[in-house]
């Protein structure tokens, strides 16, 4: 019983994530999607535990918490995977033409420059880059953030180019 | 209500928080490879390590115990791939970190070439068409690019996830 109130919890994640992105859309919220997902998963755990205590009279905590954990992480890692992935990107912009074709060249020229540019506009709404000139600058967070990343990145012995290694 | 864990749930939480820590371990090894192979053997090792303690923990084992743990353990999994990848492949933070390396202020187009370490965002968009090629979504052939039926499936997958979370 205490599996079933944990997934209950995890299906009203399910349906307030989308609504609060939604609404976060149409109301200009300056609130980011991902913390949008970390309140949806407070409020339903605490929802579901809550549920669990007034419900089930010997309610285990870590077996609801359990499956609530992993459905919410695995709705977390496909949000993820859709969010901004490039290569998902470059595949819609070519199933979304009437002809189902794309020159190899106009994905280079246009597009992904455009994915660039995009992702820029990103960092400078952060606050991590500010427009210096006609050029670009990081701002004193962008080098903070940009120094930790560093050290994450030797620490568990990552490169620094986000390119795929295929040879793996 | 029972805040206490189950002796396989224990076990689970502790590898969880072992997960990175092993992670850690494994880049300071060079024989486990490219950050993709370390995260599978990290992972596989922890799986293994939990399937030694479901045995080794001296009781009887309960089935709520034991798949309790084990979506505990897929919990901890997706979490660390979500923060791994991004510190890996994530186009963002690696633009964000190049700009920072230049150590000056750049162009657009210096900031292309300072991202892609002396290449092009030609080079980039190869790099992320190969994944797409490899997994048989995308055919690219005399320059220009068209999806399989497996590429159109999966744009229609994405489509729906993104509706269903609220991306649009």
């Known amino acids: 019983m205490s599996f079933f109130i944990g997934f209950l919890a995890a299906v009203t994640f399910a349906l307030l994530s989308p609504a609060l992105q939604v609404m976060a859309r149409t109301r200009g919220w300056s609130l980011g999607a991902v913390t949008l997902l970390a309140i949806a998963a407070i409020l339903t755990h605490g929802l579901g535990v809550m549920l669990g205590i007034l419900v089930v009279p010997q309610f285990q905590y870590w077996d609801a918490a359990s499956i609530f954990g992993f459905c919410v992480m695995g709705y977390v890692f496909a949000f993820g995977a859709v969010y901004k992935s490039v290569s998902l990107e470059i595949l819609l912009s070519v199933v979304d033409r009437p002809e189902r074709r794309a020159p190899l060249s106009e994905i280079i020229e246009r597009q992904v420059p455009d994915l660039f540019q995009g992702r820029i506009r990103n960092l400078v709404d952060g606050g991590l880059v500010e427009p210096v000139d006609s050029g670009f600058a990081p701002t004193a967070a962008g080098r903070k953030m940009a120094g930790r990343v560093g050290q994450l990145r030797r620490a568990f012995g990552i490169g620094d180019t986000s390119l795929y290694d295929f040879s793996e | ?168």
């Open chain 2, 1 to 168: 209500m029972n805040m206490l864990p189950g002796p396989a749930q224990a076990a689970a939480i502790g590898l969880s928080i072992a997960l990175p820590l092993l992670l850690l371990c494994y880049a300071r090894i060079a024989a486990t490879g490219g950050s993709g192979r370390r995260f599978r053997l990290g992972s596989v090792s922890i799986l293994a390590l939990y399937a030694i303690a479901c045995l080794a923990l001296p009781g009887q084992r309960h089935f709520d115990d034991v798949l309790g743990g084990l979506f505990l353990l897929a919990t901890a999994m997706m979490f660390c791939y979500i923060l791994f990848s991004l510190l890996a492949w994530g186009f963002t933070l690696t633009l964000l970190t190049a700009l920072v390396k230049a150590g000056r202020p750049l162009t657009l187009e210096q900031w292309a070439v300072a991202y892609m370490q002396g290449g092009d965002l030609g080079s980039f968009t190869h790099n992320r068409l190969k994944l797409l090629v490899g997994a048989g979504m995308v055919i690219a052939a005399d320059g220009r690019l068209a999806p399989t039926a497996k590429g159109v499936a999966i744009a229609r997958l994405v489509k729906l996830v993104r509706l269903s979370t609220g991306l649009g």
